[in-house]
């Protein structure tokens, strides 16, 4: 990999106009400085450890072009390697005084916008799925991503001293190649660009192949941000070990495309897109000119992603990056919704325990919005002049934790989740009247009794969580909170279930019951319950029998208000995520041998002063 400090006798060597490192409380969140740059500055400069906009932001000054480059994959299977393109917005110094920049890549199967595409019907028997649906009208592409695929990052990047580059995915716009929803090959068009920004790989002017073009302008370090699938690539890339990504910014991504599209055994959407699918993903990005080449790689998504046992396998490890993780070694800035339903959080979590596992440079930026949201200008600033231009800028010593409370305040933590959580077991009570709200405490009332619930897939979770009572759930509630509680982390539950059908969906809520108004569900969970020994293997369950079934549910950070419950709500099918089967099916559950575990902030000591209080 280059130096992000250019060394050869071409390239101008850059210099810090002004340096100061600020490692002191807060120092990661303060606003920088302004630069107060000469009219004929052409140094990349930094202030309080932040690059500064000292180059022209006058567009049609840079140096704008765009080229094709040769990945090692062939995933539409037409004898020649995928070529991806993409754009390269840079400032004119590079072009004219020698000067080396770092590169800001984001790689999007989205800039051709997307096909009309049909998910499937959701209302069938578990394990029964149709084995068709309704076709759409053909997509008609367009040449609107050449020659500038996008605008995106520019104004904030290039004035900055970075080039910006944009690269089509796989099978979109003008790039080759097939989508695949995660598959390898794309992780590969990404890990082509970074090959050939540090000298590794070909590129061409036109995808005839007949010129090739050079990155004689870079210093070969790469960071890649973007949000959603844009978030997921750069993820997947750094997982292949590529060279010269030295930075990803991923924003409300995957990190393993099962828990997208699964969980725990249990076929699953994400929020807003009930039977949607890798196929259908696929079809919808599937934006290039060609539209009859991968027609066969897009049939074999549908062959392959199983939406009958919904069973983890070879064909979906290929698409969980974290499988491949002691492979990253790019410093990582998670950036995350909690109240993001449709690339959960568990997706962030997850990777970001592997990143502290492996000794990754990481931080965590967590917010209360749902799908997407930056981290804020300050703390990508630092992260990308730290790892891209290698300026000191005491990023290490930072807090690794960035929360956006409930109140809106943006609140340092030193870890995620906060190292003062601990487990806090507690124990299910059953109600004393029929189809109302049973205990969570410490301990149980001793009561050996069942309680069943009847599976109606037509009644959203949300009202079963608000119903005083309910055949179609079992709840319990905590006594009132007497002071605030927080949650940080991943709860989970262990419930001991008998059905009396030999297939259904089990869901889990974690519910906040204020004092006046409607509850809040704050996270949740879902299971097959014929994958209750792995996600990966189908067990029939025996009619009647009753078995333990433990999952995870999303992981969060909230604070529970004083004055409300915490609760736990059981239902079957949840309307909003699962397959919903006909109704009827009876799930009988043993509370005195069920428990649900909570990571709160101070354990069990909190909790217990909480309930005191109140």
Known sequence: MSSAVPTTARRRTIRTAALLTAVIAGAGLAAASPAYASPDQTDPTFVDGLSQAVFTKNSAEWVNEEAWVESEVDSDRDGRPDLVHIDVSRVPETETDGLDVPVIMELSPYYAGGSQVTNWSVDHEIGDPPSTKDPWPAYQPTNRTSPTI????????????????????????????????????????????????????????????????????????????????????PI??????????????????????????????????????????????????????????CQPVIDELRANQDRATGDRSAFWEERNYLANADRISAATLVAHGLNDWNVMTKNASALYEELKANGVPHQIYLHQGGHGGNPNDTLLNRWFTRYLYDVENGVEQLPKAYVVREDRTLTEYPEWPDPATEDVKLKLAPAVEADGVGALAASRNGSKATEDLVDDAGIRAADLAAAASSPNRLAYRTAALGEPLRLSGTPTVSLRIAVDRPKANLTALLVEYPLTGAPKIITRGWMDVENRDSDAVTTPVAPGVAYDFAFDLQPKDYVFSAGSQIGVVVLSSDQEYTVRPAPGTTLTLDPSKSTVHLPLVGGMEALQASLHAG
């Open 236 to 293: 997947g890339v750094a997982s292949t070990g590529v060279e010269g990504l030295d930075a990803i910014v991923p924003v409300s991504a995957i990190s393993d495309w099962y828990d997208y599209y699964r969980a725990n055994g249990a076929v699953r959407a994400p929020g807003g897109y009930q039977g949607e699918d890798l196929d259908v993903l696929a079809d919808y990005v599937y934006t290039r000119f060609d539209q009859e080449i």
């Open 150 to 233: 996008s605008r995106s990052l520019e104004n904030t990047w290039v004035p900055r001293g970075f080039a910006v580059v944009h690269a089509e995915g796989f099978g979109s716009g003008w790039s080759e190649g097939c989508p695949t929803s995660g598959g390898v090959n794309e992780s590969l068009a990404g890990k082509a660009v970074v090959d050939w920004l540090n000298g590794r790989a070909k590129a061409y002017t036109k995808p005839d192949r007949a010129t090739e073009v050079a990155a004689d302008w870079t210093t070969g370090s790469v960071g890649m941000i973007g949000t959603s699938y844009n978030g997921t690539l």
